[in-house]
C-alpha cells in the first residue's frame, strides 16, 4: 500500500496511537486496530533542499540586476514567492497530523478520527451490525464508509483509491472474524 501508512498495531509514525480507555470499552487488547494516517511524501529533509534551491532559483534574477533600480522592484515578487510556498508546505505537513484510529472488539468497533488541532470525531457501534461499504463509481472513486448504530461515516478519505479498496477487503475480514469470536 504505497507510502500511506496503515499500521495493524496502532502505532503511527510520531509513536503509539490514541489510546482510548473507560467504562464504555470492552476490558482487554482489540482483535484488530488500525491507524490510518495521510502520505507525506516530502520528508522535512526534502523540504529544506526544496525551499534552498528555490531561494538560490530566486536569487539569481535579483543578482543579474542587483546595481539597477529594478532589482529592488523586483524583490518583493520575489520573496512573495518563496514565503507563499514556505506557508503553503507549512500548512501541508500541519494538514497531515490528521489521522483516524480504527479498534475492533467482538462486541464494539470505534472509529477515532483526530484532526491536526487535535480534536476528536468519535464513533461506536456494535460489529455485529456495521457493514462496509465501498462505492467504486463514487467520487472520490473507491469511496469507503462505515455504516452501523444509526450512523454512515466516511473512512480513510486521504486514503488512495488503491488503498481504500485493500482496506476495504481487510475490515471485511476483520469484522466477519470479530464476530465470528462471539
Known sequence: MSDTEINSKGAGPKGPALVTSGKDFPAGEPVY???LWPNR??????????MGLLAFGLAIPFLALFRS??????LPF???????????FRRNYR????HEVLKLWPELITVDRIDPKGRVQSWRANPYWVTVHMEADARPENYLTLKGNGREIELGAFLSPE????????LQDALSD???VR
Open 178 to 180: 470479530a464476530t465470528r
Open 33 to 35: 486496530s488500525l491507524t
Open 95 to 98: 494538514d497531515g497530523r490528521l
Open 69 to 74: 533600480p529594478v532589482a529592488f522592484g523586483l
Open 78 to 88: 520575489l520573496v512573495a514567492a518563496f514565503l507563499a510556498l514556505w506557508f503553503a
Open 163 to 170: 488503498e481504500r479498496e485493500a482496506l476495504y477487503t481487510e
Open 41 to 50: 511524501s516530502l520528508p522535512k529533509v526534502g523540504l529544506r533542499w526544496t
